[in-house]
């Protein structure tokens, strides 16, 4: 009973949400988030919405380590921008540097079907415009049956799973959220390329609240601000 109540509330949120995602966060012109491992602050990923015309740009950046000792054994940096023209997205591009090697991706529209064009150093060639990049802010990903990496271009075929609704606390602050979990429906990938990440979205604005996922350590992402 429980399942069908949980499986009633996601058709329910997917068929109310359908239309104008990138919308609901017009009110949203920067968003901070802090990073953990092991309960331990060692980044931030940061979110700065520019809008002009109908023109919406995106400019997202991640920085993180980790030290043992006064010694960084691993070092992140990323950088990317996305950008949508009237709710419709138009590109993305981003480079990152993973503890010194350099990976990047640059997606395009094509303009006779629509679908996307790829150039990653993972992956290049064409991909259905029903996928979404990877960057979670945008709730639509919920909705998807693929993903694509903001890092490197790959392609990740997605279950998505409504685990129900929950109360986050994070600082002073308690949040009413809907609790997902994104898996990869590929058995075939190996341990460090499958996905399994839960991320909790504001159950009445949609906003990205958390996301955690265990690779090598606990991993949580936390709203830090937004406004």
Do not use: C
């Not at 491992?37 to 023109?55: A, E, P, T, V, W």
């Not at 591009?93 to 395009?108: A, D, E």
């Not at 949040?175 to 990440?197: E, G």
């Amino acid at each position: 009973m429980k399942k069908y109540l949980l499986s009633i509330a996601l058709i329910l949120f997917l068929f109310l949400e359908t239309n104008a995602h990138v919308g609901h966060y017009s009110k949203y012109n920067y968003l901070e988030y802090e990073l953990f491992r092991n309960n331990k602050l060692i980044g931030y990923h940061k979110y700065s919405f520019q809008r002009n015309n109908g023109n919406l740009v995106i400019d997202n950046n991640v920085s993180f380590k980790i030290r043992k000792l006064g010694v960084d054994l691993y070092k992140y940096e990323a950088e990317g921008v996305e950008k949508y023209k009237n709710g419709v997205f138009l590109s993305f591009n981003s480079k990152t540097n993973q503890n010194k090697k350099k990976k990047y991706v640059n997606i395009s529209v094509d303009p006779v079907d629509k679908n996307l064009i790829i150039d990653g150093s993972s992956f290049k060639g064409k991909a259905s415009k029903e996928m979404i990049i990877g960057t979670w802010w945008n709730h639509e990903i919920v909705q998807k049956k693929a993903q694509i990496s903001a890092v490197s271009g790959r392609i990740i075929e997605q279950k998505v799973e409504f685990i129900g609704k929950e109360e986050v606390v994070i600082g002073d602050k308690v949040y009413k959220t809907l609790r997902f979990n994104f898996s990869s429906s590929d058995p075939s990938l190996s341990k460090d390329k499958k996905l399994n990440t839960d991320i909790w979205y504001e159950e009445s604005t949609y906003l990205w609240v958390k996301a955690a996922f265990d690779k090598t350590g606990y991993w949580e992402y936390r709203l830090k601000k937004a406004k």
